[in-house]
T-cell receptor, first 112, second 113 residues
Framework: GQQLNQSPQSMFIQEGEDVSMNCTSS?????WLWYKQEPGEGPVLLIA???AGELTSNGRLTAQFGITRKDSFLNISASIPSDVGIYFC????????????WGLGTSLGVNP | EAQVTQNPRYLITVTGKKLTVTCSQN?????MSWYRQDPGLGLRQIYY???????DKGDVPEGYKVSRKEKRNFPLILESPSPNQTSLYFC????????????FGQGTRLTVV
């Protein structure tokens, strides 16, 4: 099935640093969603984006829906140890809105 | 509390022994789906349902069955489990089929020996 290109695959940073990750698609998307998964748990929605150019924040997290509608990024500012987890992007392809398309995730480690 | 509940959380079974993983949501969501998660492969959709009695195959439906007799429940059935179905399974629901975020259950870790 179709998949999103999510990068980086993994990253390990120092507490207090800012983090940026992104997702790209080969086709136009109508929604972009960012999830976080902690060990042993299901993915939890962080931010949902529904319009091209939209910039939305959730605490220290900020995500944007790219103008081309083919990409999105997620930034985490001033990282803390509890930010550790796997971050997934997902979205609805404009040509097929019946299911979510997923990235493979970015694994984030934070060194206290 | 709004939630998606899966049972069991952990299951070890033998090859060929039929099993059912239950999923229930209390948000009156129309859309429900099942995913499996494997290392390096991310989340892959198995089946989804857009409403009661409406189900369709996802990306990896082989070896699985589902049913949607009630809006709140969407069980996943493995008629004859095999070791390659050892995985972490998630049920998810969303308000409508399009453009709405999915809420996930806590997962079921299945081991088939």
């Amino acid at each position: 099935g179709q998949q999103l290109n999510q990068s980086p695959q993994s990253m390990f940073i120092q507490e207090g640093e800012d983090v940026s990750m992104n997702c790209t698609s080969s086709s136009i998307f109508n929604t972009w969603l960012w999830y976080k998964q902690e060990p042993g748990e299901g993915p939890v929605l962080l931010i949902a984006l529904y319009k091209a150019g939209e910039l939305t924040s959730n605490g220290r997290l900020t995500a944007q829906f790219g103008i081309t509608r083919k990409d999105s990024f997620l930034n985490i500012s001033a990282s803390i140890p509890s930010d550790v987890g796997i971050y997934f992007c997902a979205g609805h392809d404009a040509g097929n809105n019946r299911k979510l398309i997923w990235g493979l995730g970015t694994s984030l480690g934070v060194n206290p | 509390e709004a939630q998606v509940t899966q049972n069991p959380r952990y299951l070890i079974t033998v090859t060929g022994k039929k099993l059912t993983v239950t999923c229930s949501q209390n948000m009156n969501h129309e859309y429900m789906s099942w995913y499996r998660q494997d290392p390096g492969l991310g989340l892959r959709q198995i089946y989804y349902s857009m409403n009661v009695e409406v189900t369709d195959k996802g990306d990896v439906p082989e070896g699985y069955k589902v049913s949607r007799k009630e809006k709140r429940n969407f069980p996943l059935i493995l008629e004859s489990p095999s070791p390659n179905q050892t995985s972490l399974y998630f049920c998810a629901s969303s308000l409508g089929g399009s453009y709405t975020e999915a809420f996930f259950g806590q997962g079921t870790r299945l081991t088939v020996v």
